[in-house]
């Protein structure tokens, strides 16, 4: 593949994301091989097991719990499955490799705007974070951002992938979470930025978690919100549906989820600004989607009503995104998903 070795610089944008499509394509195809050691777990937020069938796509099978509401796949790859994906996807590496720097800057205000508001979230709840461990860090920018504003912090990333960061103030643990496990260290924060959605058993992760934070120590996490307008409407074709978020929350399964965990929420919102956009834009395209929707058009049809449906969807945690602010000062009483 000669073309792999161009500089990002003389690479067309759609040139990334068609090459992207068609490794991550051969990657999923090869997940699929071992589909014979797949699982098939009855709810892994709440460990129902009213949880019939919901619909297939990409070859992969989703199911709905009847209790908390929780989408998943199941079967689903096993956690040596997933992370041997994530630790030799060529599409992960090649977008590693290849993002442009436009791509790079285009999403520097999202890790911006994470930074400010972890800071603002250790400001309003009083933490003094002198140490934070980022699990799930992809490339680093978040943290990069983080250090950037508190050159003083100790920022810890766990990340399974090799990482090659310059920045000062950041250490990296490469590997999974038995290295966390293994380190035995303690944080004053632990942060968790759209990772819980990609974990089979979250179960194992909080009680990790709970492991390396201090006591009193809050857990921010970010993951998708199915029980949004955005991913309802948009069904298979909203982003959040994708083939490696393998459980989607709702605020009813993340809060089922981290109460048997011993977690306590003290925030959950759903701060999402483009959720309107993106129902507009998948209207421009499928606009047959809304033949039989003539009230949504309306608040569409809109500029100033979109605006305002925007802060409707944050307001009643209908937006397509939630952040978790948790503390673990309570009981652990996970255990592995219950197998069908
Ligand atoms: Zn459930």
Known sequence: MSQNNLKASEVHPDFIFTEFDRLMHLDINDLLQGRE????????ACHRRDTPKAFTYQQLDYRRCQGCGLLYISPAPSEEQHLEF???????AFWRQS???EMKAARKPMYEERAAFT?????TFN??????????????????ELAARRPNMNIVLLEPQELDLQASGIEIITGGFDA????????????????IEHILEPDNLLRLVR????????LLLSTPNERSVETRKLKTESSNILFDHVRLYNPVAIQELLARNGFRIISLSTPGQLDVQRIKAYRNVNPEAFADDPALNLILDSPKSCDDYQIFLQTHQLSSH?????????????SPTPRM
């Open 211 to 218: 492991g390396a934070l201090k006591p009193g120590a809050p």
């Open 99 to 101: 993002q442009p720097e």
């Open 322 to 334: 939630m952040r978790v602010i948790a503390i673990a000062d309570g009981e652990w009483n996970g």
């Open 127 to 144: 933490i003094t974070a002198q140490s934070v461990l980022e699990v799930g860090a992809g490339n680093g920018e978040f943290a990069e």
């Open 86 to 92: 994530v630790r030799y996807s060529r599409a992960m």
């Open 37 to 44: 050691h797949f699982e098939d777990t009855y709810c892994p």
């Open 180 to 195: 966390l496990e293994r380190a035995e260290r303690k944080f004053d924060a632990v942060i968790a930025w759209e990772l």
């Open 119 to 123: 800071l603002e979230t250790f400001r």
